[in-house]
């Protein structure tokens, strides 16, 4: 079991950033492939960002590529994403996702967080 617990989101001005965080429990961390989804209103969720277990090949949707970065610190149980340059459209709440696989997906992960919401003025 893998409890996700998300942080960092809140209000800022197009242009601006933002850095949400994932801390997760157990001692296993290091074997899941984690991943960021974004779920905008009257939207689907939908994949942002992918990592591998050592942190060495992220994966991420296009309209953030470049903008995007996520990261994670094994040591600390925590996976990062660093987003810059935002958008209006980037508004959503964020969720946080494991699986424990080897490969890198955008879908079918077994845990989630609760979320945060980021919120990207014009």
């Known amino acids: 079991q893998v409890q996700l617990v998300e942080s960092g989101g809140g209000l800022v001005q197009a242009g601006g950033s933002l850095r949400l965080s994932c801390a997760a429990s157990g001692r296993t961390f290091s074997s899941y492939v984690m991943a960021w989804f974004r779920q905008a209103p009257g939207k689907e969720r939908e994949f942002v960002a992918a990592?591998?277990?050592?942190?060495?090949?992220?994966y991420y949707t296009d309209s953030v590529k470049g903008r995007f970065t996520m990261s994670r610190d094994n040591a600390k149980n925590t996976v990062y994403l660093k987003m810059n340059s935002l958008k209006p459209e980037d508004t959503a709440v964020y969720y946080c996702?494991?699986?424990?696989?080897?490969?890198?997906?955008?879908?079918?992960?077994?845990?989630w967080g609760q979320g945060t919401q980021v919120t990207v003025s014009s």
């Open positions: 996702a494991a699986r424990r696989t080897v490969v890198l997906q955008i879908s079918n992960y077994d845990y």
């Open positions: 990592i591998s277990w050592t942190g060495g090949t992220t």
